[in-house]
């Protein structure tokens, strides 16, 4: 065990192998509460299977290869074939299942594409640099990724099982929430994505974080609105749920915020900023003026009071000039989440 009781390189075989069981047991339990009655097993649980499985199956060749350059493809790629797979074993194709499915495809793609290019460019991901030696715990990583899709993506599953006559109310408020929700979301991801990318490729910005664009509102806009989106194809989902425990894949957008508020993304990205550029003057009254999170004016932010509070968003994943610098500082034990 490492330092806090984190795994390691040194912990044994056994303590990876148990966390990859229990990603498999929390998924076909969410699929069995979340799948109806007289669907059990079906596509959701089908689903929780291949979101898994098909980690292992890219796991063979860059365990072989001691790659770790499939790993954020592999996972988007998961996405998309899960998401045009529900759809097609559902036997129907109603307006909101297109809808959701299609949102999904989309998001997925410019992710999956935004980081295979990144990696391409920087030649190497960091958090894999030990990781990738350890046979067990490199394979630990593709079974949490594999349980990653399938937490994030339920709504889509649990949709895309349900009868089309559930569906003809199309559209309802929650479907119109839920598109604007994933729209301001999505829209907003790439413009922070795409903002940070131009920055980070300007020579005169090596060593400096980003304040400029969404970044001068929010300290992780991208992770803003990565939860966003997720929280709106939720709502339109959820305007054909019939059964009670279908209301379970609610934890969607909260694994989302959780994951990125509290685990792998602003966390880390705050203390990585905070040792780096810490006792610089510039960088504290930058952090003191702009949210965490939430996107705000720096007039209203200074009159919520709104400071350094705790750790949030992949915030300037530094925002490095150089790629491999780029990549080399990326969260270790982190699964695809964004860039």
């Not at 493809?73 to 045009?84: K, Q, R, W």
């Not at 350094?308 to 699964?335: F, H, K, N, V, W």
Request: proline share 6%; glycine share 6%; charged share 15%.
């Amino acid at each position: 065990m490492g330092r806090g009781g984190a795994l390691t390189n040194e912990s044994p075989a056994v303590a990876f192998f148990g966390i990859s069981i229990a990603c498999i047991l929390i998924s076909q339990a969410l699929a069995y509460f979340t799948s109806l009655p007289e669907h059990w097993p079906g596509t959701v649980s089908t689903c929780a299977f291949l979101s898994i499985g098909l980690q292992w199956l890219i796991f063979i060749p860059s365990a072989m290869l001691s790659t770790e350059k499939f790993f954020d493809l592999s996972g988007s790629l998961t996405y998309i074939f899960l998401a045009v797979y529900s759809l097609t074993m559902s036997g129907h194709y109603t307006a909101r299942q297109l809808l959701v499915t299609l949102f999904v495809i989309i998001w997925a793609t410019r992710l999956g594409a935004f980081l295979f290019l990144r990696i391409q460019r920087a030649g190497k991901d960091g958090r894999f640099d030990e990781i990738k030696h350890n046979l067990p715990r490199f394979f630990n990583m593709w079974t949490i990724q594999g349980l990653w899709v399938f937490l994030t993506e339920l709504p889509l599953f649990v949709i895309n099982s349900t009868p089309a006559p559930d569906h003809s109310d199309f559209p309802t408020w929650s479907d119109y929430l839920g598109m604007v929700l994933f729209g301001l979301g999505f829209a907003c991801e790439v413009i922070a994505d795409n903002q940070k990318t131009q920055f980070s490729m300007q020579p005169e910005n090596e060593g400096r974080w980003i304040q400029t664009g969404l970044w001068a509102y929010s300290r992780h806009p991208n992770y803003f609105g990565e939860i966003l989106l997720w929280l709106g194809i939720f709502f339109i989902s959820s305007s054909a749920f019939t059964n009670a425990f279908q209301w379970l894949a609610i934890e969607s957008p909260f694994f989302v915020a959780f994951l990125l508020m509290k685990v792998s993304g602003v966390p880390l990205l705050e203390a990585r900023a905070d040792a780096k550029w810490g006792q610089d003057p510039a960088y504290q009254e930058y952090k003191a003026r702009t949210p965490e999170l939430i996107p705000l004016p720096t007039s209203l932010s200074a009159l919520a009071g709104i400071s350094d509070t705790s750790l949030s968003e992949r915030l300037m994943e530094d925002s490095p000039a150089d790629p491999e610098q780029a990549a080399s500082e990326t969260p270790a034990d982190q699964p695809i989440v964004e860039s």
